[in-house]
């Protein structure tokens, strides 16, 4: 089970972090999509619960990094200079593959959190 947390109203330039509590660590990797209105679902970072891998799209490279805390079974995005086109639905995934970018490979969904950029 997930649960994303940290969605919100932010304008332009500003940050925001978004959480996503897993129940347990059953998956081996963990990503974060995201959805904006009329589009479809696409891949924004992944990172595993071992190891130092992580991997983004190329539009939030250098502006959102995705770390986790496995005490706290919480994988987290942080958010920077935040830009009107991020505005979306995001939503954390679990996946038992070593490395996906596709929201079909995952198995476990959260229930999504809003952000809004404003310009």
């Known amino acids: 089970q997930l649960q994303a947390f940290g969605g919100g109203l932010v304008q332009a330039g500003g940050s925001l972090r978004l959480s996503c509590a897993a129940s347990a660590q059953s998956s081996y990797l963990m990503g974060w999509f995201r959805q904006a209105p009329g589009k479809e679902r696409e891949f924004v970072a992944a990172i595993r619960w071992s190891g130092f891998s992580t991997y983004y799209t190329d539009s939030v490279k250098g502006r959102f990094t995705i770390s986790r805390d496995n005490a706290k079974n919480t994988v987290y995005l942080q958010m920077n200079s935040l830009k009107p086109e991020d505005t979306a639905v995001y939503y954390c995934?679990?996946?038992?593959?070593?490395?996906?970018?596709?929201?079909?490979?995952?198995?476990?969904w959260g229930q999504g959190t809003l952000v809004t950029v404003s310009s």
């Open positions: 995934a679990a996946t038992r593959r070593i490395y996906s970018d596709s929201s079909g490979w995952y198995d476990y």
